[in-house]
């Protein structure tokens, strides 16, 4: 999956310093997976428009299994948003920019 120009691909080291403050939406994903594909443009548009606000980040779980662990990802795609690096809200499966946008901004 090409890295979006938005969101940053993080590694298990990367994870941690980037989650511990603020609001953060961490797409979990697997390059084989194709609702994770099709989710993808709608994440760019969301962090486009929530810039600054929220930020965002995502994981390959092919990769760092132990961070999908970690976080209870059983199922791709697998949207987390965190507040000062603790979960308070986990979004699973497609969603339509419009119901995730929606659910984002209830959070600021």
Request: proline content about 5%; aromatic content about 8%; glycine content about 8%.
């Amino acid at each position: 999956m090409a890295e979006g120009k938005c969101i940053p691909e993080l590694s298990a080291g990367e994870f941690e310093n980037f989650t511990k403050e603020g609001l953060v939406l961490i797409d979990f994903y697997a390059d084989w997976c194709m609702p994770c594909m099709m989710m993808a443009p709608i994440l760019e548009e969301v962090c486009e428009e929530l810039d600054g606000k929220i930020k965002f980040g995502k994981v390959d779980v092919s990769e760092n299994q132990e961070l999908a662990v970690k976080f209870g990802v059983s199922s791709i795609p697998n949207m987390t948003l965190l507040k000062d690096g603790k979960v308070i809200e986990q979004f699973i499966g497609s969603l339509p920019k419009e119901e995730l946008e929606k659910a984002l901004k209830g959070y600021l």
